[in-house]
Protein backbone atom coordinates (compact mmCIF):
# COMPACT_ATOMS: atom_id res chain seq x y z
CA UNK A 1 0.00 0.00 0.00
CA UNK A 2 3.13 2.35 1.33
CA UNK A 3 3.63 2.08 -2.69
CA UNK A 4 0.74 2.54 -4.28
CA UNK A 5 0.48 5.74 -2.45
CA UNK A 6 3.96 7.04 -2.88
CA UNK A 7 3.48 6.28 -7.03
CA UNK A 8 0.14 8.30 -6.60
CA UNK A 9 1.94 11.02 -4.71
CA UNK A 10 4.20 11.35 -7.41
CA UNK A 11 2.11 11.44 -10.29
CA UNK A 12 0.16 14.12 -9.13
CA UNK A 13 3.62 16.28 -8.32
CA UNK A 14 4.60 15.39 -11.80
CA UNK A 15 1.88 16.86 -13.18
CA UNK A 16 1.30 19.50 -11.52
CA UNK A 17 5.02 20.30 -12.18
CA UNK A 18 4.03 20.13 -16.24
CA UNK A 19 1.20 21.74 -15.69
CA UNK A 20 3.02 24.84 -14.41
CA UNK A 21 5.35 24.74 -16.80
CA UNK A 22 3.41 24.71 -19.49
CA UNK A 23 1.16 27.90 -18.46
CA UNK A 24 4.54 29.68 -18.25
CA UNK A 25 6.17 29.24 -21.27
CA UNK A 26 2.27 30.00 -22.88
CA UNK A 27 2.72 32.96 -20.71
CA UNK A 28 6.09 33.81 -21.81
CA UNK A 29 5.57 32.88 -26.14
CA UNK A 30 1.65 35.15 -25.51
CA UNK A 31 3.84 38.67 -24.38
CA UNK A 32 6.04 37.82 -27.74
CA UNK A 33 2.55 38.14 -29.67
CA UNK A 34 1.60 41.69 -31.05
CA UNK A 35 -1.70 42.48 -29.71
CA UNK A 36 -4.24 42.49 -32.13
CA UNK A 37 -8.21 43.65 -33.08
CA UNK A 38 -10.00 44.71 -35.67
CA UNK A 39 -11.59 48.30 -36.54
CA UNK A 40 -13.88 49.52 -38.70
CA UNK A 41 -13.78 52.67 -40.77
CA UNK A 42 -17.46 53.86 -41.46
CA UNK A 43 -16.29 56.22 -44.27
CA UNK A 44 -13.91 56.30 -46.83
CA UNK A 45 -10.53 57.55 -44.53
CA UNK A 46 -6.61 59.06 -44.75
CA UNK A 47 -3.79 59.15 -42.98
CA UNK A 48 -1.36 61.60 -45.09
CA UNK A 49 -1.48 60.65 -48.48
CA UNK A 50 -3.16 57.23 -48.52
CA UNK A 51 -6.88 56.39 -48.88
CA UNK A 52 -8.59 53.53 -46.83
CA UNK A 53 -11.89 52.55 -48.38
CA UNK A 54 -14.35 52.09 -45.35
CA UNK A 55 -14.64 48.95 -44.40
CA UNK A 56 -13.31 46.72 -41.54
CA UNK A 57 -9.46 45.87 -40.64
CA UNK A 58 -7.53 43.75 -38.58
CA UNK A 59 -4.92 46.15 -37.00
CA UNK A 60 -1.38 45.14 -35.08
CA UNK A 61 1.64 47.35 -34.44
CA UNK A 62 5.01 45.73 -36.46
CA UNK A 63 7.84 46.24 -33.58
CA UNK A 64 10.27 44.09 -35.86
CA UNK A 65 12.16 47.34 -36.33
CA UNK A 66 13.01 50.04 -35.27
CA UNK A 67 10.30 52.35 -36.35
CA UNK A 68 6.77 51.07 -35.54
CA UNK A 69 4.42 50.42 -38.18
CA UNK A 70 0.61 50.06 -37.59
CA UNK A 71 0.13 47.42 -40.01
CA UNK A 72 -3.89 47.42 -41.58
CA UNK A 73 -4.83 44.55 -43.19
CA UNK A 74 -8.65 44.79 -45.07
CA UNK A 75 -11.18 42.22 -44.58
CA UNK A 76 -13.44 41.11 -47.01
CA UNK A 77 -16.74 42.21 -46.08
CA UNK A 78 -18.64 39.01 -46.83
CA UNK A 79 -16.48 36.23 -45.20
CA UNK A 80 -14.67 38.56 -42.77
CA UNK A 81 -11.45 36.39 -43.74
CA UNK A 82 -7.97 39.30 -44.43
CA UNK A 83 -6.81 40.31 -47.94
CA UNK A 84 -3.92 40.74 -49.27
CA UNK A 85 -4.79 44.35 -49.54
CA UNK A 86 -2.30 45.28 -46.61
CA UNK A 87 -0.93 48.68 -46.44
CA UNK A 88 1.65 49.76 -43.04
CA UNK A 89 1.38 53.22 -41.64
CA UNK A 90 4.12 54.97 -38.90
CA UNK A 91 3.21 55.20 -35.42
CA UNK A 92 4.25 56.22 -32.08
CA UNK A 93 3.46 54.80 -28.85
CA UNK A 94 1.86 56.23 -25.95
CA UNK A 95 1.77 54.76 -22.79
CA UNK A 96 -1.15 54.48 -20.73
CA UNK A 97 -1.64 53.31 -17.06
CA UNK A 98 -4.21 50.75 -17.55
CA UNK A 99 -4.71 48.28 -20.30
CA UNK A 100 -6.98 49.46 -22.90
CA UNK A 101 -10.45 47.67 -22.82
CA UNK A 102 -11.47 47.57 -26.77
CA UNK A 103 -9.78 48.10 -29.76
CA UNK A 104 -11.22 51.15 -32.35
CA UNK A 105 -9.72 54.12 -34.12
CA UNK A 106 -10.04 57.29 -33.73
CA UNK A 107 -10.82 59.71 -36.98
CA UNK A 108 -11.31 63.25 -36.99
CA UNK A 109 -12.95 65.33 -40.11
CA UNK A 110 -10.42 67.16 -42.25
CA UNK A 111 -10.46 70.11 -44.45
CA UNK A 112 -11.25 68.03 -47.08
CA UNK A 113 -14.08 66.40 -45.83
CA UNK A 114 -12.29 63.13 -45.14
CA UNK A 115 -12.14 61.34 -41.85
CA UNK A 116 -8.60 61.68 -41.48
CA UNK A 117 -7.17 58.23 -39.36
CA UNK A 118 -5.44 59.42 -35.73
CA UNK A 119 -4.88 56.98 -33.46
CA UNK A 120 -5.54 52.80 -32.75
CA UNK A 121 -6.39 51.50 -29.66
CA UNK A 122 -6.09 47.72 -29.08
CA UNK A 123 -7.70 45.75 -26.15
CA UNK A 124 -5.09 44.54 -23.88
CA UNK A 125 -2.52 46.71 -24.87
CA UNK A 126 -1.03 49.19 -22.98
CA UNK A 127 -0.45 52.29 -25.67
CA UNK A 128 -2.24 53.97 -27.90
CA UNK A 129 -0.84 53.97 -31.34
CA UNK A 130 -0.52 57.61 -32.65
CA UNK A 131 -0.65 57.41 -36.72
CA UNK A 132 1.88 59.16 -38.73
CA UNK A 133 2.19 61.15 -41.83
CA UNK A 134 4.87 59.13 -43.65
Known amino acids: MNKVVRIAVFSI ?4 ILIAISAQAQTKFSTLLPKSGVV ?5 SKIGDLTFQKGMYHV ?4 SN ?8 RLDPKTKQRTRDITMVPCDMKSVS ?8 RVELSADGLDEMKEVTIRGDSNVH ?3 DH
Not at 60 to 63: I, N, P
Not at 99 to 105: D, E, G, Q, V
Open 66 to 73: ERHMMVFT
Open 98 to 105: TPITTTAI
Open 13 to 16: LTAA
Open 40 to 44: TLKND
Open 60 to 63: YCDH
Open 130 to 132: VLL
